[in-house]
């Protein structure tokens, strides 16, 4: 069946660097990807999403990657801060929402 | 603006005890509806989805129900509580449509120990 998998269950950054988390989704047919992060003891909360007509998108501090052809995404968070401490989930969309496990983003001071 | 509410927060039950789990969405009409679980430090797991009054669908077989007495309401429910029950629930809402493709924003969850 469909799957998302994140590449690391932590990642752990330096405050004011840049941090990468990666993605990687099975169905081809996905045309639609979220990013949410999780902080403990809350709900996910939305960051950013893409179409699959697109190829990058970006927010406040955050980019998001989509390479359909190897079927990876990947958020970016620029100027990394301890607020962005959390778990961070991808998800990928055909028919319905499918979400990754989730890599967990320890910030250093 | 549109929120989403879950209740109780925190709750801890007995085996075999029953379970009523609200959630209530503000600021939107027919909304597409969800119920998910998630283990200790793992991903979210579809329960439910509804996308109208007393239309339930079921992604997995389990001890749990869901009823969707009003367009805005989601209950999630148990006769007899398992051990394995026990995890963090929540709720969540997309824009109206038949297909899960919308972003879906969740509620700030219930967790829920079971002893």
């Known amino acids: 069946g469909e799957s998302v998998g994140l590449h690391l269950p932590t990642l752990s950054v330096q405050e004011g660097d840049n941090s990468i988390i990666n993605c990687a989704y099975s169905?081809?047919?996905?045309?639609?990807f979220i990013w949410y992060k999780q902080e403990s003891g809350k709900g996910p909360q939305f960051i950013i999403d893409?179409?699959?007509?697109?190829d990058k998108r970006q927010g406040q501090r955050v980019t998001v990657l989509l390479n359909k052809t190897v079927k990876h995404l990947s958020l970016q968070i620029a100027a990394t801060q301890p607020g962005d401490s959390a778990v961070y989930f991808c998800?990928?969309?055909?028919?319905?929402?499918?979400f990754g496990s989730g890599t967990r983003l320890l910030v250093r001071p | 603006s549109q929120t989403i509410h879950q209740w109780p927060a925190t709750l801890v039950q007995p085996v075999g005890s029953p379970l009523s789990l609200e959630c209530t969405v503000e600021?939107?009409?027919?909304?597409?509806l969800y119920w998910y679980r998630q283990a200790a430090g793992r991903g979210l797991q579809l329960l439910f989805y509804?996308?109208?009054?007393?239309?339930i669908s079921s992604e997995v077989p389990q001890n749990l129900s869901a009823s969707r007495p009003q367009d805005r309401q989601f209950i999630l429910s148990s006769k007899k509580l398992l051990l394995s029950d026990s995890g963090f629930y929540l709720c969540?809402?997309?824009?109206?449509?038949?297909?899960?493709?919308?972003?879906?924003?969740f509620g700030p969850g219930t967790r829920l120990t079971v002893l």
């Open positions: 969540a809402w997309s824009e109206v449509g038949t297909r899960q493709l919308n972003t879906q924003y």
């Open positions: 169905n081809s047919a996905s045309d639609y």
């Open positions: 893409i179409r699959s007509n697109m």
């Open positions: 998800a990928a969309s055909s028919y319905k929402l499918i």
């Open positions: 600021g939107t009409s027919n909304p597409n």
């Open positions: 509804s996308v109208g009054i007393g239309q």
